[in-house]
Antibody
Framework: QVQLVQSGAEVKKPGSSVKVSCKAS????????ISWVRQAPGQGLEWMGR????????NYAQKFQGRVTITADKSTSTANMELSSLRSEDTAVYYC????????????????WGQGTLVTVSS | QSVLTQPPSVSGAPGQRVTISCTGS?????????VHWYLQLPGTAPKLLIY???NRPSGVPDRFSGSKSGTSASLAITGLQAEDEADYYC????????????FGGGTKLTVL
C-alpha cells in the first residue's frame, strides 16, 4: 500500500523559491511516476509536471516551464518539487500523487495523493 | 479556465440520481483519451473515484458509475447520500499542450 507524506506548510516572499518534498512508503518507488498538482484557494486542480524516478527526468506543463524543477531521490524514496520566482498567484496547496498505468488505458490516473502542502506567498 | 468543462454545481435530494458532465474537445477526450474522476471532501486531498471511464477502485460503492462518449464523459451517482456532498473533478490528457494531464474545473455536489 503506497503512502505519500509531504513536507509542512511554507510562507515565502515574492521572488523567492520553495521546495516541497513527498516521501513514499510501500511499493517500488523507482518504477512509478510521481506527478505534482496544485490547487489555489477555492479553485480547481492544475497539473504541474511529473517525474519517473527510474529515469530521473522531469517533464513539465507548458505554463510552468522554466520555473519548476521536479527531482527524485531513489535512496530516500522522495520526490521534490521546487518552484521559483514566486508570486502571490502561486499561493496554493501543492499535492504529489502517484501515477497508475494500465494496459489499454491512457492516460495514467493518480492514486494515492499526498496530504497536500500549503504554500503561501506574501510580502 | 480549465481545459475540461464541468458544471460548477449540481444538487439532489437523498435517494435521487445526479449526473456530472465533463466536456472536452478533439485534442483530449475526443482523441480517445480516457477519463478519470476524483472526489474531494473539504480540506482533504482528492481521492480516486472512477478510472478508465467506468471502473471503480476497490471500496468505491457501485452507486458511482462513469461513462464516456465522443468528446464528453459523465459521472452518475445513484441513491444520493449526505456523505456524497463534495467536489468532483474529471481528469484526462490533452495532446495539444505539449502533452499535459488536464482537469475539469470541478463540480460542487450539494445534497439537499
Amino acid at each position: 500500500q503506497v503512502q505519500l507524506v509531504q513536507s509542512g506548510a511554507e510562507v515565502k516572499k515574492p521572488g523567492s523559491s520553495v521546495k516541497v518534498s513527498c516521501k513514499a512508503s510501500g511499493g517500488t518507488f523507482s518504477s512509478y511516476a510521481i506527478s505534482w498538482v496544485r490547487q489555489a484557494p477555492g479553485q480547481g486542480l492544475e497539473w504541474m509536471g511529473r517525474i519517473i524516478p527510474m529515469f530521473g527526468i522531469g517533464n513539465y506543463a507548458q505554463k510552468f516551464q522554466g520555473r519548476v524543477t521536479i527531482t527524485a531521490d531513489k535512496s530516500t524514496s522522495t520526490a521534490n518539487m521546487e518552484l521559483s520566482s514566486l508570486r502571490s498567484e502561486d499561493t496554493a496547496v501543492y499535492y504529489c500523487a502517484r501515477e497508475i498505468a494500465a494496459a489499454g488505458t491512457s492516460p495514467n490516473w493518480f492514486d494515492p495523493w499526498g496530504q497536500g502542502t500549503l504554500v503561501t506567498v506574501s510580502s | 479556465q480549465s481545459v475540461l468543462t464541468q458544471p460548477p454545481s449540481v444538487s439532489g435530494a437523498p435517494g435521487q440520481r445526479v449526473t456530472i458532465s465533463c466536456t472536452g474537445s478533439s485534442s483530449n477526450i475526443g482523441a480517445g483519451f480516457d477519463v478519470h474522476w476524483y472526489l474531494q471532501l473539504p480540506g482533504t486531498a482528492p481521492k480516486l473515484l472512477i478510472y478508465g471511464n467506468n471502473n471503480r477502485p476497490s471500496g468505491v460503492p457501485d452507486r458511482f458509475s462513469g461513462s464516456k462518449s465522443g468528446t464528453s464523459a459523465s459521472l452518475a451517482i445513484t441513491g444520493l447520500q449526505a456523505e456524497d456532498e463534495a467536489d468532483y473533478y474529471c481528469q484526462s490528457y490533452d495532446s495539444s499542450l505539449s502533452g499535459s494531464w488536464v482537469f475539469g474545473g470541478g463540480t460542487k455536489l450539494t445534497v439537499l
